[in-house]
């Protein structure tokens, strides 16, 4: 069966450190691999996708970046956090074609002080 | 642009059905999904629509009609842990992503 790891639970992270979240996925070949934020009470805003091993696209600029440098390997970061960057962060997976929808990972809390 | 409503909150008493709708403006369309979100935790997939009509998953059900641009999640024989957020999301141009509405808080009472 496919399983999705995204870890830390929780951060606290100063304004100006760098940010590494990363996200795995088991079970599957060439999924397609999201980030999204969500804000306290709010939706979930998509903040980068990929469909392939490098392949990276970007819905909102800002100071974040991501990385696939493996198949089932997402990773999020930036150089220098923004007390806005605070949120939950979630990784998902999904199949292109599928009807099954997205399967997320249990969320990175992160809130910067 | 590409834009999701929903109603911010619901409240409904244990037993009863609810109805939970929302109106999408997109560039394009392949689709239309609903998860249920509790506190804390990480949104699930409930249900998808790619066709016009209604899909039946136990006690879930979800409508969509692609010429009106709405759909609709019906909750029937409510309980109390189907209190949580539930959010319609588009899957949009190119299929490979899916743009998520504000969601709506479901309150079931007693």
């Known amino acids: 069966s496919q399983t999705i790891h995204q870890w830390p639970a929780t951060l606290v992270q100063p304004v100006g450190s760098p940010l590494s979240l990363e996200c795995t996925v088991e079970?599957?070949?060439?999924?397609?691999l999201y980030w999204y934020r969500q804000a306290a009470g709010r939706g979930l805003q998509l903040l980068f996708y990929s469909v392939g091993i490098g392949q990276i696209s970007s819905e909102v600029p800002q100071n974040l970046s991501a990385s696939r440098p493996q198949d089932r390997q997402f990773i999020l970061s930036s150089k220098k956090l923004l007390l806005s960057d605070s949120g939950f962060y979630l990784c998902?997976?999904?199949?292109?074609?599928?009807?099954?929808?997205?399967?997320f990972g249990s969320g990175t809390r992160l809130t910067v002080v | 642009g590409q834009s999701l409503e929903q109603p911010s909150e619901v409240t409904a008493v244990e037993g009863a059905i609810v109805q939970i709708n929302c109106t999408y403006q997109t560039s394009g369309f392949y689709g239309l999904s609903w998860y249920q979100q509790h506190d804390g935790g990480a949104p699930t997939f409930l249900s998808y629509n790619a066709l016009d009509g209604l899909e039946e998953t136990g006690r879930f059900s979800s409508f969509l009609s692609r010429s009106d641009s709405y759909g609709y999640l019906l909750l029937q024989e409510l309980q109390m842990k189907d209190s949580a957020s539930y959010f319609c999301?588009?899957?949009?141009?190119?299929?490979?992503?899916?743009?998520f509405g504000a969601g709506t808080r479901l309150f079931v009472k007693a």
């Open positions: 079970g599957t070949s060439n999924p397609n």
């Open positions: 999301a588009v899957r949009g141009t190119g299929g490979f992503k899916t743009i």
């Open positions: 998902a997976w999904s199949v292109t074609g599928s009807n099954y929808g997205y399967t």
